[in-house]
């Protein structure tokens, strides 16, 4: 008769129940990858920006194509609308629609304060590309970072904003007088407030 110590057991048993895990670890990792949202190309960002921004296309191309290159290709990007001004400290309000492909469309706001050597005021048409954004909900944090802007009657200028691994790269194009560098939040909101902090 083979005695097996008690430890001698337990380890077996151990590898046992590891053994039997490992089918369902596979199955459960090979879920998530199924549900990991496909990220969006050059090509359907700048479709998307052709028939939001108009006739601006080429600044909007290259400015897509700048952000993919050093971010690489978002899960999610943002169309909508922004106001803005500065004297020294400034605010910024905006609102738009979010689209995902695996959890459909949301209409989303912004505002947020900032301050820095930044002066003027600006309307912008915007587009945000969305990065690493596990679930819709993720989006409304506070999201920093630091923007500059030197544009008069028009042009584009691109953001970069982080909160915890999430990144909002902002493309705006816009009418107005601005220039200067600030640093601030913008802040993602369900539903309109005038309230920037």
Do not use: C
């Amino acid at each position: 008769m083979i005695r097996i110590s008690r430890r001698g057991a337990l380890l077996r048993l151990g590898g046992l129940a590891l053994l039997a895990a490992v089918p369902v670890l596979a199955v459960s990792q090979a879920a998530w990858a199924q549900e990991r949202p496909i990220p969006y190309s050059d090509n359907e960002l700048v479709g998307s920006g052709h028939r939001f921004f108009g006739s601006l296309s080429r600044g909007l191309a290259e400015a897509i194509q700048s952000a993919t290159r050093r971010w690489g290709q978002p899960n999610a990007y943002v169309l909508g609308q922004e106001g803005s001004g500065a004297f020294i400290g400034g605010l910024r309000y905006g609102e738009g629609t979010m689209y995902t492909r695996n959890a459909g469309d949301r209409r989303l706001f912004w505002q947020g304060p900032s301050i820095g050597f930044d002066v003027g005021a600006d309307g912008d048409r915007t587009m945000m590309l969305v990065y690493n954004l596990t679930s819709t909900d993720s989006i409304f944090e506070r999201f920093v970072g630091v923007d500059g802007s030197a544009y008069l009657v028009g042009g584009f200028g691109i953001t970069a904003l982080n909160f915890y691994g999430v990144t909002v790269v902002q493309i705006r194009t816009g009418v107005g007088a601005r220039l200067g560098v600030n640093v601030g939040y913008l802040k993602f909101t369900p539903a309109a407030t005038w309230n920037p902090f």
